[in-house]
Each structure stands twice: as structure tokens, then as C-alpha cells.
């Protein structure tokens, strides 16, 4: 069984392939195109297929489009209705169903040889629950945006299939109640919201009493979310203006009111089914402060969180839920990789000194504990949003200023966090609270006292830490390298940021990576085994 998933229609466009209960290959289409979340989430640009990362995920099992048994497509158009009947002031909705109507011809026209009527339209939802279970049992919660006419489900997954509990219906929606709130701060919204989330530490949550009257969970296991003015609470800041305290308790407020209703949709989840794991995903999936919660304070025993949680995460659904599997082998890293002698191939391109030390981790742990900045470029490229050491900047997480170092080489704002990646067998001595292992960087933790001081460039204002654990059976190259620079600093931590500067999107290839070298004051470049030094 050959299925492709496809998602395009609000943003994130992706492409996945699952071919007989194995998954091949999926990817963003934005490492290829090299337009950050692929397009802008309007109507009219809905047409667009992931055309390149669809090509790619097929030439992966030397597949042609003529092959696949089935194409799922995670949007369903005779789901949705008027936008006025949804409540929602969007004059230009109908086109967005027009393009979604004509996604099989589309797709035909992209992938030539695909026959139209193997697309099958997969509901939105659905393929977002599917791309958490991943033919597993067990409790299913999916909060984003919006799907075709709700932004909801809660659901159990069993060996007879989904069975939807309950599903809220727009225009009630917490994914475009933060969107509101994102844009209303000054970023951009559908893209920015994490940014919103790290704003929120800084604040205070003032205005809870206000947002707990018009945004609650409902007994029907959905929830209301009534028009907030939000210039009433803070004023609406322009991009480029400095943020105030008002800004941040603002921030702060949305954040716990979503907590605090995330939470109780999941105790109402948990008394229907009494499951000991909860799996999530849509785009509230990656707030990474609120899963903390729900995993510490919720019901479940176990909370899961899918990587790829936003849109892109529902080409890998729409293709499991087709494919009908048991329950499959998932790690992140399903994008692209490159051989030695391609890499070495564009070094030479390129024209830049390089050597092939003995050890490419021992050469960047020793780079690192000289207070180098390094990238490092290794396997497989990771679907979904976060650099989990494949595509990475690393630094020292010692030298507090190496948080401002790493935001400026990135050129982004100062008051992001960045993240630690730490041995999987330390993690517990230094970092309490949220759950461990976290493979995925989908939760926050609190730094113990006795470390703040000791790592203090991956410690947030609020103390906390979005930590990525290190398992040698799985990242036994980048636990080489943490352990070899632990043996040089005594720290079995490393700081982990993506691999990209400001609203670019990661780098994908080796000609991405070469870009990126040479445009940022990065010291060591470790692509594959080799090793490009800036010189000094
Ligand atoms: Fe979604």
C-alpha cells in the first residue's frame, strides 16, 4: 500500500509517504522553495501544491506518481460551510474551497502519471489526530486555527477506528483567539505565535478574571471563545515598536487562560475514556508551556506530542489514516539527507578550505568549549518546526551572553529563549518538572538552583528551560558530541537553536548550509563528516 499525503491549504504545505506501513519520507515544502511556511495562509493562494517536497518524498522509494494506490489531502471542501454562516469575516473563503475542489486535477497536473481519482479528501482534524496517534490507541486532543468548519476534536483511537467525542465548531476557536492576539502585539500571525508564548514570561496574568468570563470550556467537551477587545487590555503594538509591560501581562494572560482550558477539555476527555495517554496535535500542540501543564496537571499519565503539530504534520496524517496501519515507527528525522560525496562535492563548489577531521564531533565539542559558534549539519533534515540535531547552531551554554551572541547571529529579537540539548541520562539532575525524556523540545522545564548559574544562556526569566534529551541509541552522533564536550567543560549541555537566520526558513541542503556559513559569524561549519573553519 503506497500512500502520499498532501497538506496545502491554509499554510505549511508538506508532503508524506507512508508505503506499506513504514514511513519513507515527509518534508516541508519550505526547505525546498526556501519561503518560510511555504505561503501565506490567504484564499488566494491556495492552489499551491508541495509540489517539490511531494516529488521528493516519491523519488525517496523511487516511486512514480502512477504508483501510489492513494492520495489523502488533509481538507475536506464539502465540510465547510459559508464563511458567514461560520461566523467568520472572510469574503474570499469560497475560493479557498474552489482550489480544494480542484486539488485532485491539481495535484494530477504537478505529479504527471497520478491518476485524479485516487485523491481522497481527508478531514482536516482527522488528519491532524492521525499524525499524533499514528495507528496507536489512546486519547486524542487537536486544537489549531481552524479546520474546515470546526478548530477542535477530541477523540479516542481504537483497532475499530476514530471515534470523534466531540469537535467545536468555529467561530469559536483558541488557535485564532492567539492568532488575534498575535497580530494585535505586532507579529505575524499564524507564524509568530511562539514568539507570543516566550513574551508571555515576562508578564503577569492581569486580565485573567476578564478572559475567564469570555473564554471557557463548555459541558459538551468543546468550548467558547468570545470577542475580546483586546485594545481595551493593551495597546496594539506596530512591528517594529518597543514592547511594554502591558504587552507582556497581556501575553501572559492569553497563555494561562489557554492553559486553563486546555486542561479542562482534557479532564473531559479523560472521563469518557479513562486512557492513561493523551496524544495532541494542531498548532496548539506546540506550545510548548501549556503542554507542560496539561502533562503535569492534566489527567493522563502520558503526554504525547507530535513534532510536526502545526499544518505540515497533516501530510504525515492524511496518509496514515488512508494507509489504515497498526501503530508505526516514527522518528522526526524523515527530510532529506545528503552522502559524503555530495557534500564534499559542494564544498568544492563553493571553493572554501575543508578537512575531514577524525572525529566531527570531537572537533565541533572542541570548538564549543572555546566558546565557538558552530553549525551542524548532519543526516536526515527533521519534519516539523524544531531542530532536534540535525540541522543546528550550537554554542556554550556557560557564557550568558551567548544567548544575545545567538540571537544576533540569527538577527532576531532579544527576548527569545534559546534552547538546551542535553544527555538523556543527566537530563533528571538538572532540569525538574515537565516530563522526561523530551526528545521533541515540545515541553518546558525548570532549571534546578544548582544549575542556573552553571548553564545560564538556555535558562529563560521565568527559570525554565525547553529541553531536548539525547538518547546515544537514537542521536549517537550528537551524543557523541555532547558527551566529548561534557569531557571538556564538565557540562552534558549544549545550546540548540535551528539552523537559520531570521524569517528564512531551515537550512535543508548543503548549498542552504554554505549560505548560512557565509552570511553569519559562525566559527566551525560541521557538514557531514567534514569541517569548514572561518578563518581567523
Ligand atoms: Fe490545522
Same mark, same amino acid.
Given at each position: 500500500?503506497?500512500?502520499?499525503?498532501?497538506?496545502?491549504?491554509?499554510?505549511?504545505?508538506?508532503?508524506?509517504?507512508?508505503?506499506?506501513?513504514?514511513?519513507?519520507?515527509?518534508?516541508?515544502?519550505?526547505?525546498?522553495?526556501?519561503?518560510?511556511?511555504?505561503?501565506?495562509?490567504?484564499?488566494?493562494?491556495?492552489?499551491?501544491?508541495?509540489?517539490?517536497?511531494?516529488?521528493?518524498?516519491?523519488?525517496?522509494?523511487?516511486?512514480?506518481?502512477?504508483?501510489?494506490?492513494?492520495?489523502?489531502?488533509?481538507?475536506?471542501?464539502?465540510?465547510?460551510?459559508?464563511?458567514?454562516?461560520?461566523?467568520?469575516?472572510?469574503?474570499?473563503?469560497?475560493?479557498?474551497?474552489?482550489?480544494?475542489?480542484?486539488?485532485?486535477?491539481?495535484?494530477?497536473?504537478?505529479?504527471?502519471?497520478?491518476?485524479?481519482?485516487?485523491?481522497?479528501?481527508?478531514?482536516?482534524?482527522?488528519?491532524?489526530?492521525?499524525?499524533?496517534?499514528?495507528?496507536?490507541?489512546?486519547?486524542?486532543?487537536?486544537?489549531?486555527?481552524?479546520?474546515?468548519?470546526?478548530?477542535?476534536?477530541?477523540?479516542?483511537?481504537?483497532?475499530?477506528?476514530?471515534?470523534?467525542?466531540?469537535?467545536?465548531?468555529?467561530?469559536?476557536?483558541?488557535?485564532?483567539?492567539?492568532?488575534?492576539?498575535?497580530?494585535?502585539?505586532?507579529?505575524?500571525?499564524?507564524?509568530?505565535?511562539?514568539?507570543?508564548?516566550?513574551?508571555?514570561?515576562?508578564?503577569?496574568?492581569?486580565?485573567?478574571?476578564?478572559?475567564?468570563?469570555?473564554?471557557? *470550556?463548555?459541558?459538551? !467537551?468543546?468550548?467558547?471563545?468570545?470577542?475580546?477587545?483586546? $485594545?481595551? +487590555?493593551?495597546? #496594539? &503594538?506596530? @512591528?517594529?515598536?518597543?514592547?511594554?509591560?502591558?504587552?507582556?501581562?497581556?501575553?501572559?494572560?492569553?497563555?494561562?487562560?489557554?492553559?486553563?482550558?486546555?486542561?479542562?477539555?482534557?479532564?473531559?476527555?479523560?472521563?469518557?475514556?479513562?486512557?492513561?495517554?493523551?496524544?495532541?496535535?494542531?498548532?496548539?500542540?506546540?506550545?510548548?508551556?501549556?503542554?507542560?501543564?496539561?502533562?503535569?496537571?492534566?489527567?493522563?499519565?502520558?503526554?504525547?506530542?507530535?513534532?510536526?503539530?502545526?499544518?505540515?504534520?497533516?501530510?504525515?496524517?492524511?496518509?496514515?489514516?488512508?494507509?489504515?496501519?497498526?501503530?508505526?515507527?516514527? *522518528?522526526?528525522?524523515? !527530510?532529506?539527507?545528503?552522502?559524503?560525496?555530495?557534500?564534499? $562535492?559542494? +564544498?568544492?563548489? #563553493? &571553493?572554501? @578550505?575543508?578537512?575531514?577531521?577524525?572525529?566531527?564531533?570531537?572537533?565541533?565539542?572542541?570548538?564549543?568549549?572555546?566558546?565557538?559558534?558552530?553549525?551542524?549539519?548532519?543526516?536526515?533534515?527533521?519534519?516539523?518546526?524544531?531542530?532536534?540535531?540535525?540541522?543546528?547552531?550550537?554554542?556554550?551554554?556557560?557564557?550568558?551572553?551567548?544567548?544575545?551572541?545567538?540571537?544576533?547571529?540569527?538577527?532576531?529579537?532579544?527576548?527569545?529563549?534559546?534552547?538546551?540539548?542535553?544527555?538523556?541520562?543527566?537530563?533528571?539532575?538538572?532540569?525538574?518538572?515537565?516530563?522526561?525524556?523530551?526528545?521533541?523540545?515540545?515541553?518546558?522545564?525548570?532549571?534546578?538552583?544548582?544549575?542556573?548559574?552553571?548553564?545560564?544562556?538556555?535558562?529563560?526569566?521565568?527559570?525554565?528551560?525547553?529541553?531536548?534529551?539525547?538518547?546515544?541509541?537514537?542521536?549517537?552522533?550528537?551524543?557523541?558530541?555532547?558527551?566529548?564536550?561534557?569531557?571538556?567543560?564538565?557540562?552534558?549541555?549544549?545550546?540548540?537553536?535551528?539552523?537559520?537566520?531570521?524569517?528564512?526558513?531551515?537550512?535543508?541542503?548543503?548549498?542552504?548550509?554554505?549560505?548560512?556559513?557565509?552570511?553569519?559569524?559562525?566559527?566551525?561549519?560541521?557538514?557531514?563528516?567534514?569541517?569548514?573553519?572561518?578563518?581567523?
Amino acid at each position: 500500500m503506497r500512500v502520499l499525503g498532501i497538506n496545502a491549504i491554509f499554510h505549511d504545505p508538506a508532503a508524506a509517504l507512508v508505503v506499506d506501513g513504514r514511513i519513507v519520507a515527509a518534508a516541508e515544502e519550505e526547505r525546498f522553495s526556501r519561503r518560510k511556511h511555504g505561503k501565506r495562509p490567504v484564499p488566494f493562494s491556495a492552489w499551491e501544491q508541495p509540489v517539490l517536497s511531494a516529488r521528493w518524498c516519491l523519488e525517496q522509494a523511487g516511486l512514480r506518481p502512477g504508483d501510489l494506490d492513494l492520495v489523502g489531502f488533509s481538507y475536506d471542501p464539502s465540510l465547510v460551510r459559508p464563511a458567514e454562516a461560520m461566523g467568520l469575516n472572510d469574503p474570499w473563503d469560497h475560493l479557498r474551497i474552489m482550489y480544494a475542489e480542484q486539488a485532485p486535477s491539481l495535484l494530477a497536473d504537478a505529479l504527471p502519471g497520478l491518476d485524479p481519482a485516487k485523491v481522497r479528501f481527508v478531514p482536516h482534524h482527522v488528519a491532524h489526530a492521525a499524525s499524533a496517534l499514528l495507528g496507536r490507541e489512546g486519547s486524542v486532543l487537536v486544537c489549531d486555527g481552524r479546520g474546515e468548519r470546526a478548530s477542535h476534536l477530541s477523540g479516542r483511537h481504537s483497532p475499530d477506528g476514530l471515534e470523534i467525542l466531540a469537535s467545536q465548531e468555529l467561530p469559536h476557536s483558541l488557535g485564532l483567539m492567539y492568532e488575534d492576539l498575535t497580530q494585535h502585539l505586532g507579529f505575524l500571525r499564524s507564524s509568530d505565535e511562539y514568539k507570543v508564548m516566550a513574551m508571555a514570561s515576562y508578564g503577569k496574568p492581569r486580565h485573567l478574571d476578564l478572559l475567564r468570563e469570555a473564554v471557557r *470550556a463548555t459541558e459538551d !467537551g468543546g468550548f467558547v471563545t468570545g470577542t475580546i477587545d483586546w $485594545e481595551r +487590555l493593551a495597546p #496594539a &503594538r506596530a @512591528p517594529h515598536e518597543q514592547w511594554t509591560q502591558e504587552h507582556a501581562d497581556l501575553a501572559a494572560s492569553v497563555q494561562r487562560r489557554l492553559e486553563e482550558v486546555l486542561l479542562d477539555l482534557t479532564r473531559w476527555i479523560h472521563e469518557r475514556t479513562g486512557d492513561r495517554t493523551l496524544m495532541i496535535a494542531g498548532g496548539t500542540g506546540l506550545n510548548c508551556v501549556a503542554n507542560t501543564v496539561l502533562s503535569e496537571q492534566g489527567p493522563f499519565e502520558h503526554v504525547w506530542v507530535q513534532p510536526a503539530a502545526g499544518d505540515a504534520g497533516t501530510a504525515l496524517g492524511a496518509a496514515v489514516h488512508l494507509a489504515r496501519t497498526g501503530p508505526l515507527e516514527f *522518528a522526526p528525522d524523515l !527530510g532529506r539527507e545528503f552522502g559524503d560525496a555530495e557534500i564534499e $562535492e559542494a +564544498l568544492r563548489t #563553493a &571553493r572554501v @578550505p575543508y578537512e575531514r577531521p577524525p572525529d566531527v564531533a570531537e572537533a565541533v565539542a572542541e570548538t564549543l568549549a572555546d566558546d565557538g559558534i558552530v553549525a551542524w549539519f548532519q543526516g536526515r533534515a527533521e519534519y516539523g518546526p524544531r531542530a532536534l540535531g540535525h540541522r543546528s547552531l550550537l554554542a556554550h551554554p556557560g557564557r550568558k551572553a551567548n544567548l544575545e551572541r545567538l540571537n544576533n547571529v540569527k538577527g532576531r529579537e532579544q527576548f527569545r529563549p534559546v534552547a538546551p540539548m542535553v544527555l538523556a541520562d543527566r537530563a533528571a539532575e538538572i532540569f525538574t518538572r515537565g516530563p522526561l525524556p523530551s526528545p521533541y523540545m515540545l515541553f518546558v522545564h525548570d532549571v534546578t538552583s544548582a544549575w542556573q548559574d552553571r548553564i545560564p544562556a538556555v535558562v529563560h526569566v521565568d527559570g525554565t528551560a525547553r529541553v531536548q534529551t539525547v538518547d546515544p541509541a537514537a542521536e549517537p552522533l550528537v551524543a557523541r558530541m555532547l558527551t566529548a564536550f561534557e569531557r571538556r567543560t564538565g557540562l552534558p549541555v549544549v545550546v540548540n537553536t535551528s539552523l537559520n537566520t531570521a524569517g528564512r526558513p531551515m537550512v535543508d541542503s548543503p548549498r542552504d548550509a554554505l549560505e548560512c556559513f557565509g552570511s553569519t559569524p559562525v566559527d566551525l561549519l560541521a557538514i557531514g563528516p567534514f569541517a569548514v573553519r572561518r578563518p581567523s
